[in-house]
């Protein structure tokens, strides 16, 4: 059997919390940690997928694609994606897929749409399939919306997929454009996993989406994306003020992804620092996404010299915090964090210094 690898990288959201359901604006970065997917093309016409980090194989035939429940649930998001693309009308061999990964599950770095992202990368290339790269991200959204039951936006999997080496990705969740900018060369990001996981899909992140919808309804905007500053504060007496929280924060978010492409392109790592910040602010007051452990985490980052901004990463509600610092400065930065942040909570931070990776391949 002709063995074919995929590789697909884990994001970090650098700036733009919750904007991609909003129709919105986001600035992330692939990392070189992420997901590889190696196999091949079988006789019969089954889905064989394996994991290691499950210690698990799954197999369904190929016209029975259904999501699998209990201890099977892992590989939905790759049967997913396999369902998605003949559900589009293109055809596929069976094949045998083994997934390895080293991405923290649950940190908010995206491991779920770096396996839909190999998933979908290593059937492009094994069946022969014309995809463009939007494309493929956009089938692995809907793997994930509709096999996996996640009704997350376009972030995850454009970031997968668009990522370059030192640059940022910038996407318009609304046009569905993308765009790449260059990192600053002086400037590292350090993730710092809380050690506390996330739980997206408890249900906090779809009630925040609806929180949204609804905003923007009261509003009367087609989504937060149209909303401005000025609107909200002619609507704060009517709203209810979760609510209006809820669409400041995004309508905060937006505006700080715009003025962090600028700060970016002038390489203002300061800047763009500071926005980095207020942007963990605002998910602690009005998004209500934070925990007491990922504040923990800014809060001390704030204080170490060489850390020019910080904030949570990605849905929130437990996980990771990315960290913008000097590149030279990584060991002793991710040291002191490490350690004050246990003094503090009792909880064992692990840090990941991550290089700024292409997307998949
Ligand atoms: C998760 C979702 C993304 C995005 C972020 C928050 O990572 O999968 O689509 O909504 O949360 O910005």
Redo the contacts with the bound molecule.
Sequence with gaps: MQQITAFAPGRV?LL??????NEGY?LSAAIHYGVSATGGALEEPVARVNSEAMDGTVEVPLDALTPRTGGDSWANYALGVAAMLRGAGHALPGFSLGLTSDLPVGA?L?S??AVEVATATFLKKLAGLSLDPLELAKLC?RA?NEFVG?N?????QVSSVFGKAQCAVCLDCRRESVRNIPFPADLALLVTHSGVKHA?VSGE?NERREQCFEAARLLGVLALRDASRAMLDAARPSMPDKTWRRASHIVGENDRVLEGIHAMENADGEAFGRLMFASHESSRLNFENSTPELDALVDIACGISGVLGSRLT???FGGATVSLILAGEADRISGTLADAYHARTGHTAVTYLCRIADGAH
């Design positions: 959201e733009g919390n919750h904007t991609d359901y986001v908010g995206s779920s749409a959204r994930e996640m997350c936006g376009l972030l995850d997206l992140y990605g849905g929130g």
